[in-house]
């Protein structure tokens, strides 16, 4: 499956989607100061980034851009505090992949990531690029058993073997969840596994996020359907015979939501924390959820902890970011101009609490956020828009709170 975004003018090879928005108004609005880092350019540029970024202890940011460049395949950048851009690859569209959309996982001097297409018959490649700028493809997807279509962001083990997902392939047709194990020389070759095959039943389908770790070494990620219907949370647990996948959710698009899209973020007790696009809710309150999932003896609990605002799928795209017990992520395009918003959720006893970070106009700010966040050691979070800007190819924005 190919997903479509609902955008002005453009399309982009993701995941096909009706949108109906409305005006909203967002609650709780705080005092903070916003700034556009970088507006992507037509042409070598870059343009149109889905992913957000990555940070390293100097504050410099990583990213990808689904197309531009020197070949309009699409790049990895490199962006400082200042602004100042450093193409570090251009994906040519052949064996080295095109058109990346899922993010940079940063290790040592080198980014992981995937492109969705390009590779071996338009199925994608897993790539390693250094800070200098070398690019290394680590894997072509070379059948549909191996899997197709990678959107979601890589995870690692403490061996630096990687771990992903396809949106697509497999045996079913319906996506995979793979290992690639680390060869033993830098000379070697990295070879796949499949942990996972997606059907269209109830074990879910079609995962665009990535997977996630417990201390336990316990695999947890979404499906964008299957289940009953509106997608899944499952957990895949290791064992000598192979990976068990176990459905700690079905999203049914009631006050649960439906259609995850973003990943799952694991806290130091376990919880896992993610965000369904759809529903939640009716009215006003339709715009996706933000949900918990609380292991016990008894099994996993699910619980809302907001219903966003919005009509249709507006809600967040990517996974959250989970600091100090405090939440933070972007919305696609609900807010007063239906261009997205970023919002921080604090807990507040029984109940969280909504503060609007940023609503987007759709102009120079930018316009459609997919992006995760990434907050620096001074607090200030870090993110893309796919579009708007000052050429309308989206931008690198900054965010810096200035209230309690």
């Not at 604090?346 to 990434?374: C, E, I, M, Q, R």
Request: net charge neutral.
């Amino acid at each position: 499956m190919r997903l479509q975004w609902l955008s002005r003018g453009k399309s982009l090879p993701v995941i096909a989607l009706a949108l109906v928005v409305g005006a909203i108004a967002c609650p709780g609005v705080q005092a903070q100061t916003f700034k556009v880092l970088h507006s992507f350019t037509p042409g070598t540029d870059g343009a149109n980034p889905l992913a957000g970024l990555a940070i390293d202890s100097a504050g410099n940011l990583y990213g990808t851009t689904t197309s531009g460049g020197n070949f309009g395949n699409g790049t990895v950048f490199k962006l400082t505090t200042s602004g100042k851009e450093t193409i570090l690859h251009s994906f040519a569209g052949g064996t080295d992949g095109s058109n990346p959309e899922a993010g940079l996982l940063l290790i040592g001097g080198n980014l992981y990531g995937a492109t969705t297409q390009g590779g071996s018959g338009g199925r994608g490649t897993v790539f390693q690029v250094t800070t200098a700028g070398k690019e290394t493809v680590l894997h072509l997807f070379t059948s549909q058993a191996q899997g197709a279509q990678p959107q979601g962001r890589l995870a690692a083990d403490a061996a630096g073997n990687l771990y992903g997902t396809t949106s697509a392939g497999g045996k079913a047709g319906k996506g995979v969840v793979f290992k690639l194990t680390r060869p033993a020389t830098t000379a070697g070759v990295w070879s796949e596994q499949v942990l996972y095959n997606f059907s269209a039943g109830a074990g879910g389908a079609n995962p665009v996020a990535g997977v996630a770790f417990d201390k336990a070494g316990n695999l947890y990620g979404t499906t964008s359907a299957g289940g009953t219907g509106y997608g899944t949370v499952f957990q895949l647990t290791p064992s000598t015979s192979g990976w068990t996948e176990k459905v700690l959710h079905s999203f049914a698009m009631q006050s649960d939501g439906g259609v995850p899209y973003g990943g799952l973020v694991v806290d130091s007790l376990g919880n896992l924390y993610g965000a369904a696009t759809d529903g939640g809710g009716g009215g006003s309150a339709g715009g996706g959820t933000v949900f918990e999932l609380t292991p016990s003896s008894l099994g996993w609990s699910f619980k809302v902890l907001y219903q966003l605002p919005g009509w249709g799928i507006s809600g967040s795209f990517r996974n959250l970011l989970l600091i100090s017990g405090k939440i933070y992520a972007t919305t696609h395009c609900d807010g007063s101009h239906n261009a997205g918003t970023v919002f921080e959720l604090t807990p507040a006893g029984s109940t969280w609490k909504y503060t609007s970070l940023h609503v987007f106009t759709g102009g120079n700010d930018g316009l459609f956020s997919f992006s995760n966040l990434v907050m620096d050691a001074q607090g200030n979070l870090y993110g893309t828009t796919q579009e708007g800007g000052a050429h309308g190819d989206g931008v690198v924005f900054k965010i810096t709170p200035l209230g309690p």
